[in-house]
C-alpha cells in the first residue's frame, strides 16, 4: 500500500495570504489528523476527521481550518498568515478511527511550510 | 492536561553503545504510548507501540518498555549504528485521535 502524501512538500508565502495544504491517507483509512510541528512549540494536535466530519480539534486559532472529502483525502487551510505560522505540518492517517489501546497513526512526509 | 517530557534532549555517543531515551508523562490514563524516529525535515516513523496493558515491546535491535503507575517509558537501542542517528519522540494516545508527544531526544551516533 502506498504511504501517506501530501502536497505541496515546500511552500512560500508572504503574511497575511491564505495557503492550502492537502494530504492523501492511505487506502481504506478513514481518519485523518493534522499536526503542526515548529522547533519552539514541538509536534501539536490541530485536529481530526472521520467520514468527511470534524471530530476533534486542538487549540490553535479560527484561522487554522480543515475539510475531509468522501474519499478521506484532507485539506488543511490557514487564512490571513502569519510569520509565526511557518513551520512543518504533518498528516496522519489511522485505519481504525475508533479509539483504544490498538490506534496508531501514520505520518506522512510533511509540507514545510515558511511565511516571509 | 497530559505533559510528556523526554530527557535528554540531546545525546551523542560512539558506534557500538547500548543507550537508553526517556519518557515520562504525567497522566497516567492512556490507551497507548508510541515511540517515533524523524530524520531532519522528514515525516515520522513509528518504532514502537506500547498497549497500556503490556509491559515492553522489542524490534530488532529496540527495546521499549512502559511503567504506566509511574507515568515513564524507556526505549533502549542495541550496539547503536551511525544510521540511528536521528531525533526521537515519544508520544501518548488517550483517546480522540489525538498523540501528545515530547519535545524529542536528539541523537547522534558517531563513527
Known sequence: KAGVTQTPRYLIKT?????????????GHRSVSWYQQTPGQGLQFLFEYFSETQRNKGNFPGRFSGRQFSNSRSEMNVSTLELGDSALY????????QGGAQETQYFGPGTRLLVL | ?????QIPAALSVPEGENLVLNCSFTDSAIYNLQWF??????GLTSLLLIQSSQREQTS????ASLDKSSGRSTLYIAASQPGDSATYLCAVYR???K??????TRLTINP
Do not use: H, M, W
Open chain 1, 90 to 97: 504533518l498528516c496522519a492517517s489511522s485505519p481504525y478511527g
Open chain 2, 95 to 97: 483517546g480522540a485521535q
Open chain 2, 60 to 63: 530488532g535491535r529496540l527495546n
Open chain 2, 1 to 5: 492536561k497530559q505533559e510528556v517530557t
Open chain 2, 99 to 104: 498523540l501528545v508527544f515530547g519535545q524529542g
Open chain 2, 37 to 42: 524516529r524523524q530524520d531532519p525535515g522528514k
Open chain 1, 15 to 27: 503574511r497575511g495570504q491564505q495557503v492550502t495544504l492537502s494530504c492523501s491517507p492511505i487506502s
